[in-house]
């Protein structure tokens, strides 16, 4: 630019040029600056965002394949009791894929048959754990004997969100009770007929059973030894 005027104005003109020329430049290199660490600390919320993504990915698919493996049913049911998560024994038992079962309630899968426990979901939503034991025929025609735990889901705000859901088939485990309870009163039965002393101990040697006949040859009250 021309300058006019004076030698004083002139040199202050100038300086003041020079001066707002470096300040301007300054700024911009201080600009640049914050932009190239602004883009570099993007990037690196970028790869952490990314990092953190496939370690959840990673993890989701250990956990399915985890819950996916075991002969128990596990599901998770919203606070409006419809599916949010069911595992592959559970769409088994369902009969159906498990697509098909995320966003239905028991009542879609079971009809009336919910109702026998549609007052314990309640209460596990209510923010109590529960457990009880009934039979149930499920989807794919099998009636099974099965223990239930429903365990509530807080969140943050202390609220039920939900319930976690385990269930088991323990058809076997009172097939087997049965047949040993059967059995240990056909031996009571034969033990008490005849006129043998018979007794059992476990392996701390205390008695586990004690025939009335051995009670009558030592002179004990009956069920003094057990």
């Known amino acids: 630019p021309t300058l006019t005027g004076g030698p004083l104005q002139v040199l202050l003109g100038a300086a003041l040029y020079v001066g707002t020329g470096i300040f301007l430049g300054r700024v911009w290199t201080q600009r640049n600056q914050y932009l190239r660490e602004i883009q570099q ?18 993890s989701e698919t250990l956990l399915g394949l985890v819950t996916d493996s075991l002969p128990v049913l596990i599901a998770y049911l919203d606070a409006d009791m419809r599916y949010r998560m069911i595992n592959k024994t559970g769409a088994d038992w369902y009969g159906r894929p498990a697509a098909e079962i995320i966003g239905k309630s028991p009542e879609d899968i079971f009809g009336s048959q919910q109702g026998k426990w549609r007052g314990y979901i309640e209460e596990a939503l209510r923010g109590a754990e529960v457990t009880y034991e009934c039979p149930v025929t499920y989807s794919d025609g099998v009636t099974r004997d099965v223990r239930v735990v429903y365990v509530p889901h807080f969140g943050q705000d202390g609220d039920v969100q939900g319930i976690f859901a385990l269930i088991e088939a323990i058809t076997e485990r009172i097939r087997t009770r049965a047949a040993l309870q059967e ?14 002393w018979i007794w059992e101990m ?13 009670y009558d040859m030592v002179g004990l009250p009956y069920g003094a030894l057990n």
Not at 189 to 194: C, K, L, P, R
Not at 205 to 210: A, I
């Open 41 to 58: 600390h993007k990037r690196e919320l970028e790869s952490e965002i990314s990092a953190r993504s496939d370690a959840l990915k990673t």
């Open 202 to 214: 476990d392996a701390d040697l205390r008695y586990t059973f004690v025939s009335d006949r051995f």
């Open 183 to 196: 059995s240990e009163a056909r031996f009571r039965d034969i033990a008490e007929v005849g006129g043998d």
